[in-house]
T-cell receptor, first 118, second 109 residues
């Protein structure tokens, strides 16, 4: 089955520093990957859609200069949280669908990254 | 607008059957997904329905009625490991998944 690998699983950083999260599709190619954020007991919130070879599409209210997304290849997307603040502490999850499966094929999720900003 | 309605929390007994209902409103419709999410973990795919009717997959079954904007997830022979949140996620006309807060299922021995 389709596997999405996300790294790191957890990270603690100091306020003002930047953190990079990687998302890889291991056994399929993904022209599009999705970055979500989830606060405790809340629903998944789509932050942005990462498009291979072009600019990411950000959801309303998400600062593109703060959450930098790079999708340099068909199997790798990265999210960099710049100048992190305590309110950025959250569970970040990436997902992707196999582009050969069509637009309505299931999303497969990485294991998520728990970010704590002190 | 787009919205999803699921019970916030349900409790069931090990070995029993539980049905988690979901009603939804979306701009267009391209199917509905059910995901399982254990606490502190990412969601995992359970099922997909695009046509009316029941899809059975082992202990889990999912039903869809497009005309009613209604789906349910049926879990049989409940096990303690089934304690998790269950997310109903319809897909709109732009192939975007719409996420609610899910239903937290608590299994008691």
């Amino acid at each position: 089955g389709a596997v999405v690998s996300q790294h790191p699983s957890w990270v603690i950083c100091k306020s003002g520093t930047s953190v990079k999260i990687e998302c890889r599709s291991l056994d399929f190619q993904a022209t599009t990957m999705f970055w979500y954020r989830q606060f405790p007991k809340q629903s998944l919130m789509l932050m942005a859609t990462s498009n291979e070879g072009s600019k990411a599409t950000y959801e309303q209210g998400v600062e593109k200069d703060k959450f930098l997304i790079n999708h340099a290849s068909l199997t790798l997307s990265t999210l960099t949280v710049t100048s992190a603040h305590p309110e950025d502490s959250s569970f970040y999850i990436c997902s992707a669908r196999d582009w050969e499966g069509g637009d309505n094929s299931p999303l497969h999720f990485g294991n998520g990254t728990r970010l704590t900003v002190t | 607008g787009q919205n999803i309605d699921q019970p916030t929390e349900m409790t069931a007994t090990e070995g029993a059957i539980v049905q988690i209902n979901c009603t939804y409103q979306t701009s267009g419709f391209n199917g509905l997904f059910w995901y399982q999410q254990h606490a502190g973990e990412a969601p995992t795919f359970l099922s997909y329905n695009v046509l009316d009717g029941l899809e059975e997959k082992g202990r889990f079954s999912s039903f869809l009625s497009r005309s009613k904007g209604y789906s349910y997830l049926l879990l049989k022979e409940l096990q303690m490991k089934d304690s998790a949140s269950y997310l109903c996620a319809p897909m709109d006309s732009n192939y975007q998944l719409i996420w609610g807060a899910g239903t937290k299922l608590i299994i008691k021995p």
